[in-house]
Nanobody
Framework: QVQLVESGGGLVQPGGSLRLSCAAS????????MFWYRQAPGKKRELVAE???????SYSDSVKGRFTISRDNSQNTLYLQMNSLKAEDTAVYYC???????????WGQGTQVTVST
């Protein structure tokens, strides 16, 4: 019954922007640390950004200054604002929720982002 559903992916030109969303259901959203990962063809899944229960943020070196992670606890939704997109950002992007207290982790199904002319 727990679901994380990503949306907002698509095809954009280099230099363009997208905003990804991750809608959570059947969890107490504010109890979870939240993460965005991505996986490109032929590469391992990598952590892109994270935001804690306290609102603290961190980013991978490859996206610092271009991406912003945020959360709206009243709407049970996680966001990733992606600016100045590059071809190297092309990947499937995944949402992850983690509760340390109850030792549970959930993953979304992923949404495709393609950056190309």
């Amino acid at each position: 019954q727990v679901q994380l559903v990503e949306s907002g992916g698509g095809l954009v030109q280099p230099g363009g922007s997208l905003r990804l969303s991750c809608a959570a259901s059947e969890i107490i959203f504010s109890y979870y640390d939240m993460f965005w990962y991505r996986q490109a063809p032929g590469k391992k899944r990598e952590l892109v950004a994270e935001i804690g229960r306290d609102g603290s943020e961190s980013y991978s070196d490859s996206v610092k200054g271009r991406f912003t992670i945020s959360r709206d606890n009243s709407q049970n939704t996680l966001y990733l604002q992606m600016n100045s997109l590059k071809a190297e950002d092309t990947a499937v992007y995944y949402c992850r929720a983690r509760s340390i207290l109850i030792e549970e982790t959930y993953w979304g199904q992923g949404t495709q982002v393609t950056v190309s002319t």
